[in-house]
């Protein structure tokens, strides 16, 4: 965003971050093995191609390092303003102007609100009895405690998401034993992962376009994909064999590949990719444990069914709080409307950016524009050259102030509703896609490039501009 800006001339603006440095998600999430699930060359900005990616899927280092060279690159640091966490932004209708506040007493204003808050963020840690007595050591993945030595020790994880199937191939190998508590398997596929070769590299640095046509290719790529997972759900029954041949290819044990193996509709959780989880899961310290964890007793876990554990470190790999994609930062727009009120039951917006009564006020990546098939980064970039038409339009036109109007944004949720009908997140299983109604308001149920088509342009009728 603050790329784009100055690009379009306007730099009257500040980044206020919380943390003491940039990077997001990939700063604070250094648990071993992290890494991206989409290939680097579309994880990363068109417009900031990187022709030296180690890999075809980057680790969390490397991804930091870009996010940093992008900064220095782009010459942000005058902008950023680092320790900075806004906890509250409230409309004051009367001076077109957004009044916000930091967590320590510092107050901002300004006439348009960008919120890129980012969707994972807070840790979800389940409410689980005496989790207060445990004297081990207990951290959620994205809270990675550096010094805590785990070799040797008796070690739980909690779930089997996107996080934990990276990390349990890289612990196996250091701890005494460890426990994976399993609610649901997820369906999880090859990552066809491998170092770029020293040519390959040369090629994308030495050849013009080179690596935009990389690029390219792996979005179409993933696009094709996408037509399974948004009209022809059946087709990804072939992805379930190749799942299923994974499974039973790195597993002996037919108790164990019985608990790996998912009973619902590949594609209606998030699909996972990986070559070393299967594997480290046969090693004979490890153990699967589909029980429930009733328990915390001050050196252990109990099970559902009463098993005791000794365990001497608990790590939740329970992924991120998603219910309220701005919370804990309390958002009041006209006439003290309050969106985590208005969000109570479904988190809804105009395209995910906009909201009615909220205005000069965007979301990037708000509600309905998640993933399960492609880069997240495809999707903030047309948020960002979206936000910058709008603005631009206001700036142009000497407006005031842009608001989406409701029935513009009832059309579209109307769509979106749908459209995921048809979609394989609509067979019926329970995900964090969806809320405790069944409503998904995390995915974005179509193709990308449609995403683009619908933001590559600001249509007037649906704002009132002031
Ligand atoms: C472990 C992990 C792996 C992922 N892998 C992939 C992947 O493979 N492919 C993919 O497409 N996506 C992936 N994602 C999703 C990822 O969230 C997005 O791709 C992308 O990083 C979002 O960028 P962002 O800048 O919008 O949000 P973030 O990276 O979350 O950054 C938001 C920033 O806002 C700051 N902030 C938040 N609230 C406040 C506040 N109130 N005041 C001040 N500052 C605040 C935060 O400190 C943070 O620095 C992954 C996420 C995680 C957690």
């Known amino acids: 965003m603050a790329i784009q800006l100055k690009k379009a001339g306007i730099d009257d603006f500040v980044i206020l971050e919380a943390a003491p440095a940039v990077g997001g998600v ?3 999430n250094t648990y071993p093995g992290c890494a991206c699930d989409v290939p680097s060359h579309l994880y990363s900005f068109s417009f900031e191609r990187n022709p030296d990616w180690s890999r075809k899927y980057s680790p969390q280092p490397e991804i930091l390092e870009y996010i940093q060279h992008c900064t220095d690159t782009y010459g942000l640091g005058p902008y950023l303003r680092f320790g900075v966490e806004i906890t509250e932004a409230i409309y004051d ?4 102007r957004w009044q916000l506040l930091a967590t320590d007493g510092r107050r901002f204003r300004c006439r348009f609100l960008v919120a890129g808050v980012g969707a994972l963020r807070v840790p979800a840690i389940p409410a689980i009895k005496g989790a207060s007595n445990f004297t081990g050591a207990a951290f959620h993945s994205a809270k990675w405690d550096p010094n805590f030595d785990l070799r040797g020790k008796r070690v739980a ?7 934990s199937i990276q990390l349990v191939p890289e612990i196996a190998d250091k701890v005494a034993k460890l426990y994976l ?4 398997p997820p369906w999880i596929l090859p990552r066809p992962d491998r170092p770029f070769r020293a040519a390959e590299r040369s090629i994308f640095r030495q050849v013009p376009g080179a690596d935009w046509l990389y690029r390219k290719l792996v979005y179409w790529q993933k696009e094709s994909a996408a037509i399974a997972f948004i009209r022809f759900p059946k087709l990804l029954r072939l992805a379930a064999l190749l799942a299923r041949k994974h499974i039973q290819q790195s597993i002996a044990d037919p108790e164990l590949r019985r608990k790996v193996t998912p009973t619902y509709a590949l594609g209606c959780k998030r699909i996972l990719i990986s070559n070393n989880y299967y594997p480290a899961l046969a090693r004979d310290n490890v ?9 915390f007793r001050s050196t252990s876990v109990i099970t559902d069914d009463g098993r005791k554990i000794e365990v001497d470190a608990v790590i939740y790999g329970t992924g991120f709080a998603l219910r309220n994609p701005l919370a804990p930062m309390t ?4 006439d003290g409307r309050d969106l985590s009120k208005l969000w109570r039951s479904t988190p809804k917006a105009y395209l995910g950016v906009t909201v009615p009564e909220f205005p000069n006020f965007f979301m990037l990546t708000g509600p309905n524009t998640g993933l399960g098939h492609s880069s997240m980064i495809f999707m903030i970039e047309c948020h960002v050259h979206y936000v910058i038409r709008c603005l631009r339009h206001l700036l142009k036109h000497d407006l005031k102030t842009i608001e989406v109007r409701p029935e513009a944004m009832r059309r579209f949720n109307k769509r979106l509703e749908h459209k995921f009908g048809r979609t394989v997140w609509s ?3 329970k995900s964090w896609y969806l809320n405790d109604e069944g409503h998904n308001f995390t995915l974005w149920p179509s193709y990308t490039w449609s995403f683009w088509l619908h933001t590559r342009r600001l249509r007037r009728r649906d704002y009132s501009l002031r």
């Open 287 to 295: 153990e699967v444990i589909t029980q429930g964890l009733a328990e």
């Open 331 to 334: 958002v009041i727009g006209r």
């Open 93 to 96: 209708e009367t001076n077109a």
């Open 157 to 163: 994880i909690i779930g089997t998401g996107a996080s």
């Open 427 to 429: 067979t019926g299983c």
């Open 181 to 184: 508590f399993q609610r649901t």
């Open 26 to 28: 990939w700063r604070d």
